[in-house]
């Protein structure tokens, strides 16, 4: 099984590329869905997260507001590193498991591991290969405005707050383009992926 990291900058459509990437037949793990179960109360970040930034980050059910715990994090560079400080090995660790679990259960051909900070935080390193998804800035501020329906503000300082898309693709092995269509964005991931099935072992 190949093991093949994935990542790209925010609303760059990751996700999207994944889901292709499935329907040919790769494995996912999705380190987003990873970082969601470990916050939610009992999850292993949950008690870590609120003794660091407190019980104004929780909703009246004590779930974690994650756009309460955006809106500090994104405008300090201080908390961003705690926060990840907490998260990371956990959902590093985990995705780990995740793929060699799908190892032994499953015979995928090739299995990906979806994480926005996978180069950020040097977890690149621990894959075959590394595909970087990418779009114009313009696009990306785009997306997030429509999807989480903040200013241009909000959505530039999400950008900011990422390894810029010129230096991350640096460390590609292959790069998908989405400022296409999603059908082009399709024949992309098509043709990866046969290249992908045909590397040698």
């Known amino acids: 099984m190949r093991r093949i990291g994935l990542t790209g900058g925010i609303a760059c459509g990751k996700t999207t590329v994944c ?3 499935e329907a040919l037949g790769a494995g996912i793990v999705s380190a987003d869905e990873v970082a969601h179960q470990i916050v939610q109360p009992g999850g ?3 008690l870590r997260i609120v003794e ?3 019980s104004a980050i929780l909703n009246e ?3 974690i507001n994650r756009s309460a ?3 500090l994090v ?3 560079c201080d908390l961003r590193l705690k926060l990840n400080e907490i998260t990371h090995p956990i959902i590093i660790r985990r995705s780990t498991e995740m793929m060699e679990d799908m190892a032994r259960k499953h015979r995928y051909p090739v299995s990906i591991v979806d994480a926005a900070l996978m180069v950020e935080s040097g977890s690149y390193k621990r894959f075959e290969k590394l595909i970087v998804v990418w779009c114009t ?3 990306q501020i785009e997306r997030i405005r429509s999807r989480w329906n903040f200013s241009e503000h909000e959505a530039r300082l999400r950008i900011s707050a990422q390894m810029p898309l010129s230096e991350k693709r640096r460390y590609a092995d292959y790069e998908i383009d989405t400022s296409g269509t999603q059908e082009r964005t399709k024949e992309l991931v098509r043709a990866l992926y ?3 099935l045909s590397l040698p072992e």
């Open 19 to 21: 889901r292709f990437f």
């Open 44 to 46: 292993e970040a949950y």
């Open 52 to 54: 660091v930034f407190g």
């Open 61 to 63: 059910d004590r779930t």
């Open 69 to 71: 715990l955006g809106a």
């Open 74 to 76: 994104f405008n300090s």
């Open 137 to 139: 800035e313009a696009q």
């Open 194 to 196: 046969h290249t992908l």
